[in-house]
């Protein structure tokens, strides 16, 4: 199993949508969590952090279950500018030890 | 503005050529990454640096070198022996060294490096 893995989609919605993504990991000792947000050919930028039970910020919420180790995003009424890629990322441990190992993506394309 | 600058911001190199992508932070940040991003791919972790005059390999370092002569600078040089160096390259920077508690990363707009 890869240490992150996520759907690359990509997730076709129409504006006002809500949309959900999910991120497995696979060390369950991982205690630190995060989402990036990447336009075509720019450079990741944090969306959110995601600690104990989760985060909320405006239409975004990231939300963390221990037990099936996995983190999600949910983005609430969605908007044309929301298209992008979105990177989980988790620091890792062992061979990893305290740095970012990012999953592949998810892409979302907001359609009016 | 504080922040990272990478440049070039588009790079083409001829094979056998080593080159040298820079990588400058201006926000007193201990640490700084490289990450290699290929098409529809993750980024993945070629070197780092926690301190000055130290880095470690990443998961993916053969064929590239790095230096850490100065806190703000860490430039990667992609060497002849890399084999398939076509790639979105990204350099990163953190507050403080790698842990396994909370580090935010902020990234370089990358630089874009084709092999011809």
């Known amino acids: 199993r890869k240490e992150v893995e996520q759907d690359p989609g990509p997730f076709n919605v129409p504006e006002g949508a809500t949309v959900a993504f999910n991120c497995t990991y696979s060390?369950?000792?991982?205690?630190?969590f995060f989402w990036y947000r990447q336009d075509c050919r720019k450079e990741p930028k944090l969306l959110m952090s995601?600690?104990?039970s989760g985060n909320e910020d405006g239409r975004f919420t990231a939300q963390l279950n221990r037990a099936s180790q996995y983190i999600s995003l949910l983005i609430r009424d969605s908007k044309l500018s929301d298209s992008a890629t979105y990177l989980c990322?988790?620091?890792?441990?062992?061979?990893?030890?305290?740095?970012?190992?990012f999953g592949k993506g998810t892409k979302l394309s907001v359609k009016p | 503005d504080g922040g990272i600058t990478q440049s070039p911001k588009y790079l083409f190199r001829k094979e056998g050529q080593n080159v040298t992508l820079s990588c400058e932070q201006n926000?007193?940040?201990?640490?700084m990454y490289w990450y290699r991003q290929d098409p529809g791919q993750g980024l993945r972790l070629i070197y780092y640096s926690q301190i000055v005059n130290d880095f470690q390999k990443g998961d993916i370092a053969e064929g590239y070198s790095v230096s850490r002569e100065k806190k703000e600078s860490f430039p990667l040089t992609v060497t002849s022996a890399q084999k398939n160096p076509t790639a979105f390259y990204l350099c990163?920077?953190?507050?403080?060294?790698?842990?396994?508690?909370?580090?935010?990363?902020?990234f370089g707009p990358g630089t874009r490096l084709t092999v011809l």
């Open positions: 990322a988790v620091i890792g441990y062992g061979g990893s030890q305290g740095n970012l190992i």
């Open positions: 926000l007193n940040h201990d640490a």
């Open positions: 995601v600690y104990s």
């Open positions: 990163a920077s953190s507050m403080r060294a790698p842990t396994i508690s909370y580090n935010e990363q902020f």
């Open positions: 060390n369950s000792a991982s205690q630190s």
